[in-house]
C-alpha cells in the first residue's frame, strides 16, 4: 500500500514559479524512484522529470531542462519539482508516480513502470 499526495499546483503568470511536492505513505521502495508527468487537455500524459530514491539521479525531459529541478527528501519520503520560468505550455495537471525498480535505457520514462500514482494537481500559466 502506497499513498501519494500531491500539492503546491495553481495559477501563474508566465515567468513565474512553482514548487510541487509529492508525499509518500506507505510502503516506499528504497531502490526505485520517483517521476513527475503532466497531462495537458488533449494530450497523453508526459514525461517530465525523475529521481532516484538511494542516488539522488535526476532525469529531464527536453521541456524541462534548464528551467525545473527535482529533489527528494528521503526522511520525509517527500519530493519536489520546483518550476521556474515557467511558460503558457506547461499548464497542465501534474501526477507523481512512484516506481519499485526499472531496467533498461529511458525506462523511468515510461509511464507503465510506475505502479502507483498521485491525485495530480493543476498548474495554470497565464500569458
Known amino acids: 500500500q502506497v499513498q501519494l499526495v500531491e500539492s503546491g499546483g495553481g495559477l501563474v503568470q508566465a515567468g513565474g514559479s512553482l514548487r510541487l511536492s509529492c508525499a509518500a505513505s506507505?510502503?516506499?521502495?528504497?531502490?526505485?524512484?520517483m517521476g513527475w508527468f503532466r497531462q495537458a487537455p488533449g494530450n497523453e500524459r508526459e514525461f517530465v522529470s525523475a529521481i532516484n530514491w538511494s542516488s539522488g539521479g535526476t532525469s529531464y525531459a527536453d521541456s524541462a531542462k534548464g528551467r525545473f529541478g527535482v529533489s527528494r527528501d528521503n526522511a520525509k519520503n517527500t519530493v519536489y519539482l520546483q518550476m521556474n520560468s515557467l511558460k503558457p505550455e506547461d499548464t497542465a495537471v501534474y501526477y507523481c508516480a512512484a516506481m519499485e525498480y526499472c531496467s533498461g535505457s529511458g525506462c523511468h520514462v515510461r509511464l507503465r513502470e510506475y505502479a502507483y500514482w498521485g491525485q495530480g494537481t493543476q498548474v495554470t500559466v497565464s500569458s
Open positions: 506507505g510502503r516506499t521502495f528504497s531502490g526505485g524512484g
